[in-house]
C-alpha cells in the first residue's frame, strides 16, 4: 500500500483511439509526477507538477496531455500514439518541498496496436 | 545533463549471500534514494539518505550516502529468494524535485 492509486493497471489501445490514465495520491503532498518506464532504460521523466501548476515537460511530444485538477488528482490523456509508446506509465508524489521522497504507484502498462 | 552510473546491471546470487551495488554521479546530489522494483509493479522506496556520511538500515539493508556526495552503495545481507527484484538509485539534486535514476541493478536469488 503506497497510497498512491493508479488505474487502469492495464491498457490496449489502438493508434487512433483516446484514452485517460488517472492517478491519485492520499498522502497529502503538493508535486505530482509522470514517468515513462521501457524495457531495459532508465526511468524517463515526463511531467511534474507542484501545487497544480505544470513546472516540467521534459520534451514530451503533444500526444500526450498532463491535466492536475487538484493536488490528488493527475491525468495523462493519450491520443493517436504510436507502438514505441508502449510502456509502463508510473506516477509518483512528494512533499514538493525540502529533501524530497517520491512515491510511485503500480503503474499502468500501456500496449499500442 | 546529470548522470547516475549504476553497477552491476544484475547479480545472480545464492541464498544466504550478501549483496552489494552502488551508483555513482560526476555531480553532487542532496538526497539519495534507494528504490525496489518488482515485475508488475512500481518502484517501493527502501531507504532515503538526506546527508552526506549518513548511514541508515532497514532490516537486512543498510545504505550510505557517501562523503563526497557523489555516491551511494545498497548492501544487502543474507540474501533471500523474495530480495528478487530490480534495484533503482536516484539522486536528488540542489535544486527543485526532479530525480535522477540509474539504470538499475538486476538481482536474481537462487535457492
Known amino acids: 500500500e503506497t497510497g498512491v492509486t493508479q488505474t487502469p493497471r492495464h491498457l490496449v489501445m489502438g493508434m487512433t483511439n483516446k484514452k485517460s490514465l488517472k492517478c491519485e495520491q492520499h498522502l497529502g503532498h503538493n508535486a505530482m509526477y509522470w514517468y515513462k518506464q521501457s524495457a531495459k532504460k532508465p526511468l524517463e521523466l515526463m511531467f511534474v507538477y507542484n501545487f497544480k501548476e505544470q513546472t516540467e515537460n521534459n520534451s514530451v511530444p503533444s500526444r500526450f496531455s498532463p491535466e492536475c485538477p487538484n493536488s490528488s488528482h493527475l491525468f495523462l490523456h493519450l491520443h493517436t500514439l504510436q507502438p514505441e509508446d508502449s510502456a509502463l506509465y508510473l506516477c509518483?508524489?512528494?512533499?514538493?518541498?525540502?529533501?524530497?521522497?517520491?512515491?510511485f504507484g503500480p503503474g499502468t502498462r500501456l500496449t499500442v496496436l | 545533463g546529470q548522470q547516475l552510473n549504476q553497477s552491476p546491471q544484475s547479480m545472480f546470487i545464492q541464498e544466504g549471500e550478501d549483496v552489494s551495488m552502488n551508483c555513482t554521479s560526476s555531480?553532487?546530489?542532496?538526497?539519495w534514494l534507494w528504490y525496489k522494483q518488482e515485475p508488475g509493479e512500481g518502484p517501493v522506496l527502501l531507504i532515503a539518505l538526506y546527508k552526506a556520511g549518513e548511514l541508515t538500515s532497514n532490516g537486512r539493508l543498510t545504505a550510505q550516502f557517501g562523503i563526497t556526495r557523489k555516491d551511494s552503495f545498497l548492501n544487502i545481507s543474507a540474501s533471500i529468494p523474495s530480495d528478487v527484484g530490480i534495484y533503482f538509485c536516484?539522486?536528488?539534486?540542489?535544486?527543485?524535485?526532479?530525480?535522477?535514476f540509474g539504470a538499475g541493478t538486476i538481482l536474481r536469488v537462487k535457492s
Open positions: 536516484a539522486g536528488q539534486g540542489e535544486y527543485g524535485n526532479k530525480l535522477v
Open positions: 509518483a508524489s512528494s512533499q514538493g518541498s525540502g529533501p524530497d521522497t517520491q512515491y
Open positions: 555531480s553532487i546530489f542532496n538526497t
